[in-house]
């Protein structure tokens, strides 16, 4: 596996930890509808959240979150409504993003609740 992909991993089970700890109810991990792929699906308190997923060694290039396309936003609201359409879902929707800076020296990570407008 690449080493980036080994990053990816590697902030997507910190991301998970982190939402567990805080409460939230993990659905999915890497959930898959055409072309996209949804991090994490998690609920907590009738929210249902879809979580991308952002690592990188530093913020050199920008911030993680920084490189959510315009692109992957539509891909991810076409994967969620087809998810609560299988699902049978009932519930609020909302888009966060978990941006990690992990290398040797540091880890750090932020959650940007409400990242960007579900419409």
């Not at 992909?5 to 509808?33: C, F, H, M, P």
């Amino acid at each position: 596996m690449a080493q980036h992909n080994d990053l990816g991993k590697v902030g997507e089970s910190l991301a998970r930890q982190y939402l567990e700890k805080n409460g939230y109810t993990i659905l999915d991990t890497n959930w898959q509808y055409g072309h996209a792929e949804i991090d994490i699906i998690a609920l907590k308190n009738e929210i249902l959240a879809v979580v991308e997923v952002k690592t990188r060694t530093s913020d050199h290039y920008g911030k993680p979150e920084a490189f959510v396309s315009k692109k992957k936003i539509k891909l991810l609201k076409t994967a969620v409504n087809h998810y609560i359409d299988q699902k049978d879902l009932d519930v609020e929707i909302r888009f966060d993003i978990i941006s990690i800076i992990k290398n040797q020296y540091t880890e750090s990570l932020e959650h940007l609740e409400n990242a960007f407008i579900w419409f």
